[in-house]
Nanobody
Framework: QVQLVESGGGLVQPGGSLRLSCAASRSTFSPNAMGWYRQAPGEQREMVAAVTRGGSTNYADSVKGRFTISRDNAKNTVYLQMNSLKSEDTAVYYC?????????????WGQGTQVTVSS
């Protein structure tokens, strides 16, 4: 079973920056889209940003202009550079990848990493 391993979360002051990383545990893993979702307490999980294998990106309106997603296909790694962080960005951030598993579409999820924006 492929695992997505996240790193880079933590505590940051408003206006600060963080960079999240997510690496797949198997080099032969070949996902289509990879991305990040987040879930704040009492809220539903929401898409933050996604990037396809070809490099097309999609962002939630709330993070456009502040967050940048990038991907290294050779390393099966996806990154999320978060700038100008706000308190409302506080959430658990989950890495996501969609790929075929036994010939069928399957959603892979990381374990989540906490991002807290607070002074």
């Amino acid at each position: 079973q492929v695992q997505l391993v996240e790193s880079g979360g933590g505590l940051v002051q408003p206006g600060g920056s963080l960079r999240l990383s997510c690496a797949a545990s198997r080099s032969t893993f070949s996902p289509n889209a990879m991305g990040w979702y987040r879930q704040a307490p009492g809220e539903q999980r929401e898409m933050v940003a996604a990037v396809t294998r070809g490099g097309s990106t999609n962002y939630a309106d709330s993070v456009k202009g502040r967050f940048t997603i990038s991907r290294d296909n050779a390393k099966n790694t996806v990154y999320l550079q978060m700038n100008s962080l706000k308190s409302e960005d506080t959430a658990v951030y989950y890495c996501h990848a969609d790929a075929l598993r036994f010939g069928r579409p399957y959603d892979y999820w990381g374990q989540g990493t906490q991002v807290t924006v607070s002074s």
